[in-house]
């Protein structure tokens, strides 16, 4: 398995495009899949965007609402990892829970992800010069100041 993520790793950067694309269909289920397992039993529906630098991150963001419960009707931010292993299969997981302690991830911690990886959304200013640096490296642009908040 570890051979097979260098391996696309690998081909991913030494691909060089910068082009932003919608998810396949195959990407949209895998990903939905994840996130249903993990909400287990909620009614969801998402948000799906577009990919912004596959070439350059294996982050998928989106949004979903849930249907239920106390954010019920709340758009909320999701991020994943996702890649294909050598057999063509779409690999996910989580970046939406704590691993350590069980807990969701902290909303300002899923926008930098996902604004890292190419994604414009608002940052705190803390993160903002940090995210940029990230983003300059992967040959992503720059995120415009606007999207800095307190």
Known sequence: MKRALFFLLTAMVSSGTLQARPLNMD?????????????????????????PYPEQSFTYCGYLITQQGRDAGVKQLFATFMGVDQQGDVLTASF????????????????????????????????????????????????????RVN
């Open 27 to 51: 990407e949209q289920q895998a990903v939905e899949k994840m996130i249903q397992a993990e909400r287990a039993g909620q009614k969801i529906s998402f948000i799906h965007q577009d990919f």
């Open 96 to 147: 939406n829970t704590d691993g350590a302690t069980g807990e969701p991830t902290d909303a300002n911690k899923l926008a930098f992800l996902c604004a890292s990886a190419g994604y414009d959304l608002p940052v705190k200013a803390i993160y903002f010069d940090g995210l940029n640096q990230t983003r300059e490296k992967s040959g992503i642009p720059l995120l415009d100041k606007r999207y």
